[in-house]
């Protein structure tokens, strides 16, 4: 069983709303930090939005008033609610996990997570 799994990617218009979702599997108390990282072709990874053990986000300027992240404890699943998504938003997404509370200003940094996603799609075009 694959440790974490990304759902909710797709094909949307400019100005159009998705949410993804990523589903942790044997994760056996409420403290880590989760995060969204983005891929487009030819480019570098980006980190988009992370959630501390403390419940404090940061995100890229590039998003910041269009995205949300958000986690379930309960059902140990990370949300990111994207709105106003624009063509450059097109990427792979993929969501990380790591079960300490990771420093507010390195939750963007790819480095500071153990484990990684498959990836979901989302594309933007009209």
């Known amino acids: 069983q694959e440790p974490l799994v990304e759902s909710g990617g797709g094909s949307v218009q400019p100005g159009g709303s998705l949410t993804l979702a990523c589903a942790a599997s044997?994760?056996?108390?409420?403290?880590?930090?989760m995060a969204w990282f983005r891929q487009a072709p030819g480019k570098e990874r980006e980190g988009v939005a992370g959630?501390?053990?403390?419940?404090?986000?940061l995100y890229a300027d590039t998003v910041k008033g269009r995205f949300t992240i958000s986690k379930d404890n309960a059902k140990v699943t990370l949300y990111l609610q994207m709105n106003n998504l624009k063509p450059e938003d097109t990427a792979m997404y993929y969501c990380?996990?790591?079960?300490?509370?990771?420093?507010?200003?390195?939750?963007?940094?790819?480095?500071?997570?153990?484990?990684w996603g498959q990836g979901t799609q989302v594309t933007v075009s009209s």
């Open positions: 959630i501390g053990a403390d419940g404090q986000t």
């Open positions: 990380a996990f790591r079960g300490i509370n990771i420093p507010y200003f390195s939750r963007l940094h790819g480095d500071e997570y153990y484990y």
């Open positions: 044997g994760v056996t108390d409420n403290w880590y930090s």
